[in-house]
């Protein structure tokens, strides 16, 4: 189904209704009066006509908008969704049928043919949850093959290993392999002296 988009030029004929759903999300809402300019010949003047009043809705940050920039008698020009609903009364209440016109906005501002507006950008900084370091939940820094783990601390959490910077790095093969990377066999046996001399 298609929606049917307008653009509404009025007053605001109440003032504005801000507050929250159960989820969290700002709303507001406002009646709209908008009427037509005609020309009055027995006065000689330009009148207003009959109004028609539109029920304004707004979410979100334009919600949060509205609500810090828009009071009640000031021109507006609003654009968005409209939507009709019919309901009838109750017998108590004169069984009448009401037909009400609601607009959901996408953009709504200051009608500038009727006076001036100061406009301020609203900057929204946007902050990433980090979980620091030693938390339930942080992320543990990656280890090489072959490095021991650490060892948790009184709370719980991994202990990073000591590092001495004055100890000397160890350059010793490790067990079982001399300086060429060959593996030691005991059937090898001690190498030949005319090969230590010539290293």
């Known amino acids: 189904m298609y929606e ?3 653009t509404l030029v009025g007053n605001a004929a109440t003032a504005v209704e801000h507050r929250q759903t159960t989820t969290g999300a700002s709303t507001v809402r406002f009646r709209l009066a908008t ?12 009148a207003d006509g009959d109004p028609s009043f539109y029920t304004v ?4 940050a334009l919600a949060d908008h ?3 920039s828009v009071s009640r008698g000031e021109p507006l020009v609003v654009h968005g969704r409209m939507r009709v609903w019919e309901r009838e009364l109750p017998e108590e209440k004169g069984g009448q049928r009401r037909v009400s016109v609601e ?10 043919s009727r006076g001036t507006s100061a406009f301020r950008r609203i900057t929204r900084v946007r902050t990433e949850l980090t ?10 820094a990656p280890r090489g093959p072959g490095a021991p783990a650490p060892e948790p601390s009184e709370s719980g959490a991994p202990k990073a290993p000591a590092h001495d910077p004055t100890a000397a790095p160890d350059w ?3 067990p079982g392999e001399d300086e060429r990377g060959d593996p030691r066999s005991p059937a090898a046996g001690p190498r030949e002296e005319t090969a230590i001399a010539a290293l």
């Open 4 to 6: 049917t988009m307008v």
């Open 35 to 46: 009427s037509t300019r005609r020309w009055d010949k027995e006065r000689g003047c330009w």
């Open 57 to 60: 809705r707004a979410w979100r």
């Open 66 to 68: 509205v609500a810090a």
């Open 103 to 112: 607009v959901d906005a996408v953009a709504v501002g200051h009608d500038l």
């Open 131 to 140: 979980q620091p370091a030693g938390q339930p939940g942080a992320a543990e």
């Open 172 to 174: 010793s093969s490790p």
